[in-house]
């Protein structure tokens, strides 16, 4: 019977420990992620000084190139807003309304698929990217926001 | 003929009708340009006013040929027309060569920032980056309004007016060393690529 119960008691502790050490664990990598989304953001604005001035000719040409002004400084108060972990659904709104404006002005496919929508985003994420330590990582959910819209 | 000492930008003038002529040019502000005139028809319209100032003459576009034809209105000229072997028939844009010599050849002009040839009045070509590109648009072209040296002789900036397509406003901006975007000479537009530095000299 005190076997018994030294044995429950063993058991109850191996739990204990396995659930805290789950838990810190789980604390780790939210904790990870925080950090890391912080210095997503950094990156992020290093990347919009470098790139916001983005101009393309053949928007000029369609009479696109005020549209992708807008487009540009509405990206980024979204992508402030996501990394704040606030609401972007408004910016979500306006930016998919543009994008519907520039493929009708440079006839071209939509969404990311057009030529000077997708050519920013790319170039915004390549280096934020590029500027982020080796050991760290940009989460699935952070790139698709960077060119989701 | 006056040249420069230095073997910068001569134009086929005496000196002190250089002067007045890059007096001119200085002068230029963008609010001062139609703004129904785009990127080439700007810097014809420069080059017109500073030809005025320097020697008196009207109308100095007109010594302009455009596919054996002298032009009769200033804004039927494109920047397709100042580069390549557009300008090699057309003779508009003398670039200077990476070997000093200049020709109406761009192939191989000076595409430098810290270049010894740029000042004031001297024109630079960009080209669409791609086949694809050049089916909205034929080029982009600007002229240089001021050049700041260092103590070296190195180019610091380089200012510049240029036009825009759609009757957009003239802007005038400043390329920097490491400038980005409007300030860069090289990333100016994402889908135009720098052809060189040359001057208008008819």
Redesign the interface.
């Known amino acids: 019977m005190k076997k018994n119960i030294i044995l429950s008691v063993i058991i109850l502790i191996t739990s204990l420990l396995i659930s805290c050490s789950k838990k810190e664990h789980e604390k780790d990598i939210h904790m990870q992620l925080i950090f890391d989304k912080k210095d997503v953001m950094e990156n992020y604005f290093a990347a919009y000084e470098i790139h916001k001035e983005m101009k393309f000719k053949g928007l000029e040409a369609c009479e696109a190139s005020s549209l992708f002004e807008d487009y540009k400084i509405i990206k980024n108060k979204l992508l402030i807003q996501y990394f704040n972990n606030q609401d972007y659904s408004n910016e979500k709104e306006i930016l998919n309304n543009l994008v519907n404006k520039i493929n009708i002005a440079t006839d071209l496919t939509d969404g990311i698929d057009n030529y000077y929508i997708f050519s920013y985003n790319s170039k915004i994420l390549e280096e934020t990217i590029k500027s982020l330590p080796s050991s760290y990582y940009i989460s699935i959910d952070d790139i698709k926001i960077f060119i989701n819209y | 003929m006056f040249t420069d000492p230095d073997g910068r930008a001569p134009r086929n003038m005496t000196e002190p009708q250089r002067n007045l002529y890059k007096a001119s040019v200085q002068s230029q502000h963008p609010a001062n340009i139609p703004n129904k005139y785009d990127c080439a028809d700007t810097v014809i319209h420069i080059y017109n006013s500073a030809m005025k100032a320097a020697t008196g003459q009207d109308n100095s576009y007109e010594n302009i040929s455009k596919n054996g034809q002298k032009l009769t209105n200033l804004q039927d000229i494109q920047a397709g027309d100042m580069f390549g072997t557009s300008n090699a028939k057309n003779k508009i844009v003398n670039y200077y060569q990476n070997d000093g010599t200049q020709s109406y050849d761009s192939s191989k002009a000076d595409r430098s920032f810290n270049s010894p040839n740029i000042e004031i009045g001297t024109v630079g070509i960009?080209k669409?980056a791609t086949a694809e590109?050049a089916k909205?648009?034929s080029g982009?072209s600007i002229t240089v309004t001021g050049v700041t040296r260092d103590k070296n002789g190195n180019v610091t900036a380089i200012n510049y007016i240029e036009g825009?397509?759609?009757n957009?406003d003239q802007e005038e901006h400043t390329f920097t060393i490491n400038g980005?975007?409007?300030?860069s000479l090289y990333?100016?537009?994402?889908?135009?690529k720098f052809v060189g530095w040359g001057e208008i000299e008819l």
Do not use: E, I, Q, V
């Not at chain 2, 980005?180 to 300030?183: E, R, V």
């Not at chain 2, 990333?187 to 135009?192: E, G, L, M, T």
């Open positions: 960009y669409p590109d909205y648009f982009h825009h397509m759609n957009h980005t975007g409007d300030s990333n100016k537009y994402s889908d135009c």
